[in-house]
């Protein structure tokens, strides 16, 4: 694994699953339970790897556009 810094503190990231909210629109917002990050120890700031990402766009193409708030548990 490439060894990342954080952007804030410039200290080392290390992974770890975390609930996150993404805000779709105005009056969306999706969270996702045991998403992959890096996070940094010391400041708390987190990094998404490309590939989550791109997965987690994929996953956001699928939901309710209806729903004003959508709980999902991320899988790889």
Do not use: S, W
């Amino acid at each position: 694994m490439k060894c990342h810094k954080c952007h804030v503190c410039g200290a080392g990231l290390v992974p770890v699953k975390t609930d996150l909210p993404f805000k779709v629109d105005l009056k969306r917002i999706v969270i996702f339970k045991d998403l992959p990050v890096l996070q940094c120890n010391d400041c708390g700031e987190y990094l998404l790897e490309d590939a989550v990402m791109l997965r987690v766009e994929q996953i956001m193409e699928r939901t309710d556009k209806e729903a004003e708030l959508e709980i999902l548990r991320y899988a790889a």
